[in-house]
């Protein structure tokens, strides 16, 4: 009986378990208990981005963050996590990374990007 014959183009599957090279979420600290933690600190600050809030808008947020990384000694104390906006997070994380954070251009009523430094 011949073999099939191979099939080009495709990746061979990977089992469900098998994340790479990376420990699975659980293994990382985010797993059940972290997903009630969540819960509880998205209803706490009410769904609304914190870094955002204080910055006088209004954003819902998608994620929790570590105010101070876990990397850096931070916990997962309640004191400790804040809910957070996608592009909040992705600032943060570029910021605790060392990398250049972009600022958002403020727009006037007009619609046209202000510069900073200059009132309208």
Not at 72 to 89: E, Y
Request: a positive charge; one cysteine or more; proline letters at 8%.
């Amino acid at each position: 009986m011949p073999n099939s014959a191979p099939v080009f183009g495709r990746k061979p599957s990977r089992k469900p378990w098998d994340h790479g090279k990376r420990e699975s979420r659980h293994a990382r600290g985010y797993g059940t208990a972290w997903e009630k933690l969540r819960k509880v600190i998205l209803q706490r600050d009410k769904h609304l981005c914190q870094p955002c809030k204080r910055a006088g808008r209004i954003t819902v947020a998608q994620a929790v963050d570590h105010i101070l990384a876990k990397a850096n000694g931070g916990t997962d104390d309640p004191a400790n996590l804040q809910a957070i906006c996608t592009p909040c997070h992705n600032a943060k994380l570029a910021e605790d990374q060392g990398k250049r954070s972009r600022t958002r251009p403020t727009f006037g009523a007009d619609g046209w990007p202000i510069e900073e430094g200059k009132n309208r």
